[in-house]
C-alpha cells in the first residue's frame, strides 16, 4: 500500500471560482478525515466519514464546503465560490475504526493539497 | 472542549544536543496523544503516541515522550538531534476514534 494520496497537489484558483480536491486513503481503512491547515498554524478538523456516513462536522466548514465519499472509498472536498480566505493546505487522513483488529485510531496523514485562491 | 498549547513557536539547538519540546493540553477524559512531524512539502508522520500504560513512550527516529497526568503535559524529548530533525512538530490530542485536536506547532531548527 502506498498510503494516503491526494490529488492535485496544488491548486490556483481565482476568487468566486469552484475547486474539488480528491482523496484516496489506505484501502482498508474505513474513516477518513478531512483538514485544512492555514501557514503557521496546527491542522484544524473540518470533517470525517465511516465507510460513506459523514458523521461529524466542523463549525469551520461553512456552506460553501461539501464533502462526499460515495462508496466509502476516496472522498472529494469541493469548494463552491472560493474567498480568499480559503487558501489553506487540505489535508486528508485515514485510518481503522477505533478498535479495529485490536488496533488503536492512528491517522495517517496525506500530502496535502495546497489551495492559493487569488 | 479539548484543547493544545505548544508554548515554542521557534526553538534551535545545536546539532548533537538534546531536545525538549513541549506540549500542554486541556481535556475533559483520558486523553490519547499524539505527536507528528512535517517537513516542508510533505504530509504529517506519526512519531509516537500514547493511549495508556506506561507513561513514558517510546517513537520512530529516536524521539520520546512522556505522559504527566498532574501537569496536563506530553512533552517531547530526543537525548540527540540531527540536522535531519528539522522540521515542524505538532502535538494533538484525539478523543476515542474521532477528530485530533492540534497545537500550533514548534518549529525545530537544527545548527551545524
Known amino acids: 500500500d502506498t498510503g494516503v494520496s491526494q490529488n492535485p497537489r496544488h491548486k490556483i484558483t481565482k476568487r468566486g471560482q469552484n475547486v474539488t480536491f480528491r482523496c484516496d486513503p489506505i484501502?482498508?481503512?474505513?474513516?477518513l478525515y478531512w483538514y485544512r491547515q492555514t501557514l503557521g498554524q496546527g491542522p484544524e478538523f473540518l470533517t470525517y466519514?465511516?465507510?460513506?456516513?459523514?458523521?461529524?462536522k466542523s463549525r469551520l466548514l461553512s456552506d460553501r464546503f461539501s464533502a462526499e465519499r460515495p462508496k466509502g472509498s476516496f472522498s472529494t472536498l469541493e469548494i463552491q465560490r472560493t474567498e480568499q480566505g480559503d487558501s489553506a493546505m487540505y489535508l486528508c487522513?485515514?485510518?481503522?475504526?477505533?478498535?479495529?483488529?485490536?488496533?488503536?485510531?492512528?491517522?495517517?496523514f496525506g500530502p496535502g493539497t495546497r489551495l492559493t485562491v487569488l | 472542549a479539548q484543547s493544545v498549547t505548544q508554548p515554542d513557536i521557534h526553538i534551535t539547538v545545536s546539532e548533537g544536543a538534546s531536545l525538549e519540546l513541549r506540549c500542554n493540553y486541556s481535556?475533559?477524559?483520558?486523553?490519547?496523544l499524539f505527536w507528528y512531524v512535517q517537513s516542508p512539502g510533505q504530509g504529517l508522520q506519526l512519531l509516537l503516541k500514547?493511549?495508556?500504560?506506561?507513561?513514558l513512550v517510546q517513537g520512530i527516529k529516536g524521539f520520546e515522550a512522556e505522559f504527566k497526568r498532574s501537569q496536563s503535559s506530553f512533552n517531547l524529548r530526543k537525548p540527540s538531534v540531527h540536522w535531519g530533525d528539522a522540521a515542524e512538530y505538532f502535538c494533538?490530542?484525539?478523543?476515542?476514534?474521532?477528530?485530533?485536536?492540534f497545537g500550533g506547532g514548534t518549529r525545530l531548527m537544527v545548527k551545524p
Open positions: 487522513a485515514s485510518s481503522l475504526e477505533w478498535g479495529a483488529s485490536g488496533a488503536h485510531n492512528e491517522q495517517f
Open positions: 484501502s482498508e481503512h474505513n474513516r
Open positions: 466519514f465511516q465507510n460513506e456516513a459523514q458523521l461529524e
Open positions: 481535556y475533559g477524559a483520558t486523553p490519547y
Open positions: 500514547y493511549f495508556s500504560g506506561d507513561t
Open positions: 494533538a490530542v484525539g478523543a476515542a476514534g474521532n477528530m485530533l485536536t
